[in-house]
């Protein structure tokens, strides 16, 4: 510790104010909460090696609960989604440095409607025309592919809400919705690519009865934020090591097999605040569609709602841009 702090006094300095505290790692729920932390332990713990300092998990059941954390500033930094991270930067001094990357290096997955594999909703004619009548599980309404998608682009579309369009709505995660399907405890439900791949892993038998019916245009990945307000150099370091993680070094391979236990990572890439424009456009259509939907009093009151949505989308964007350069 005398070396590194010969090297590095900056560092130093700050692990002499705040090496006992440890830093809280925010964990988007895949599956339970004990089932995520258990899957990240691995990771964490290679980052608690590499940091020095201890490294706490914070999982919850629902993303509203990881949205509470987060505006309670009881999370330094966190695995989230585009929504959530979105919430996160603009309300609680939060910045984007990392975002997911799967075996094949790509950015981006889909949102589904899965049904059973011997389901009469054979297309989205026949989930369409029969108002009322099918029982649909989707996500949160802070999922992006578990509710805020699957509403953008099929739902809002068509200006029907899927809260009142179905005959019973459940709200659950991904993986609780597919065994929904799976077992006859639903007819149609909201899931992701990324999650089935995971789903089938454990639940293979439950995933034969299972079929994809919709898939939406690409996603981009969920990413890891962290606390605007932590010491610089403390946040270069959890950069460095979040970005160089089963990437760069002789234990790039353990590393990955570590990321396995999570999700099919591949490890993350460098981001900024900029990473979230896509999700900041999927809001932007879903509120227009709804406003266009609405019932108003007069056209002057509902092109004062669109030109609101238009200036609060227009300033989101502008906050999210990298800085210009000097």
């Given at each position: 510790?005398a070396l590194l702090g010969m090297l590095f006094p900056a560092l130093a300095s700050v692990q002499t104010v705040i090496a006992d505290k440890p830093l809280a790692f925010g964990i988007?729920?895949?599956?339970?909460?004990?089932?995520?932390?258990?899957?990240?332990?691995?990771?964490?713990?290679?980052?608690?090696?590499?940091?020095?300092?201890?490294?706490?998990?914070?999982?919850?059941?629902?993303?509203?609960?990881?949205?509470?954390?987060?505006?309670?500033?009881?999370?330094?930094?966190?695995?989230?989604?585009?929504?959530?991270?979105?919430?996160?930067?603009?309300?609680?001094?939060?910045?984007?440095?990392?975002?997911?990357?799967?075996?094949?290096?790509?950015?981006?997955?889909?949102?589904?409607?899965?049904?059973?594999?011997?389901?009469?909703?054979h297309n989205l004619d026949d989930l369409f025309h029969h108002p009322g009548h099918w029982r649909y599980a989707h996500g949160e309404v802070l999922s992006v592919s578990g509710y805020?998608?699957?509403?953008?682009?099929?739902?809002?579309?068509?200006?029907?809400?899927?809260?009142?369009?179905?005959?019973?709505?459940?709200?659950?995660?991904?993986?609780?919705?597919?065994?929904?399907?799976?077992?006859?405890?639903?007819?149609?439900?909201?899931?992701?690519?990324?999650?089935?791949?995971?789903?089938?892993?454990?639940?293979?038998?439950?995933?034969?009865?299972?079929?994809?019916?919709?898939?939406?245009?690409?996603?981009?990945?969920?990413?890891?934020?962290?606390?605007?307000?932590?010491?610089?150099?403390?946040?270069?370091?959890?950069?460095?090591?979040?970005?160089?993680?089963?990437?760069?070094?002789?234990?790039?391979?353990?590393?990955?097999?570590?990321?396995?236990?999570?999700?099919?990572?591949?490890?993350?890439?460098?981001?900024?605040?900029?990473?979230?424009?896509?999700?900041?456009?999927?809001?932007?259509?879903?509120?227009?569609?709804?406003?266009?939907?609405?019932?108003?009093?007069?056209?002057?009151?509902?092109?004062?709602?669109?030109?609101?949505?238009?200036?609060?989308?227009?300033?989101?964007?502008?906050?999210?841009?990298?800085?210009?350069?000097?």
């Open positions: 510790m988007l729920p895949l599956g339970g909460p004990s089932e995520s932390v258990n899957a990240w332990r691995p990771m964490l713990d290679d980052m608690s090696t590499a940091l020095q300092r201890p490294v706490s998990s914070v999982s919850v059941s629902t993303y509203e609960g990881l949205a509470q954390a987060l505006a309670e500033k009881r999370i330094d930094l966190a695995f989230v989604s585009g929504l959530l991270a979105l919430d996160a930067v603009t309300k609680d001094r939060m910045q984007v440095i990392a975002q997911l990357a799967n075996d094949n290096h790509s950015r981006s997955y889909y949102s589904v409607l899965i049904v059973g594999k011997d389901s009469p909703i805020l998608v699957p509403e953008t682009q099929l739902f809002a579309e068509r200006k029907l809400d899927s809260d009142t369009y179905f005959a019973t709505v459940t709200v659950d995660n991904h993986q609780n919705n597919a065994l929904a399907v799976a077992n006859g405890e639903a007819d149609v439900a909201s899931n992701n690519t990324a999650d089935l791949e995971r789903f089938a892993k454990r639940f293979p038998e439950q995933y034969a009865r299972l079929r994809i019916l919709w898939k939406s245009s690409p996603i981009p990945h969920a990413v890891i934020i962290i606390r605007s307000d932590l010491p610089p150099a403390l946040r270069d370091q959890v950069i460095g090591f979040v970005t160089h993680y089963a990437r760069h070094g002789r234990n790039a391979a353990a590393e990955l097999a570590k990321l396995k236990l999570i999700h099919d990572i591949s490890g993350f890439s460098p981001a900024g605040n900029d990473a979230l424009i896509p999700f900041a456009n999927i809001q932007y259509t879903l509120d227009r569609r709804h406003a266009l939907s609405a019932q108003w009093i007069n056209t002057a009151a509902m092109q004062a709602r669109l030109q609101k949505i238009e200036t609060d989308h227009n300033e989101l964007l502008r906050r999210l841009q990298p800085p210009a350069r000097p």
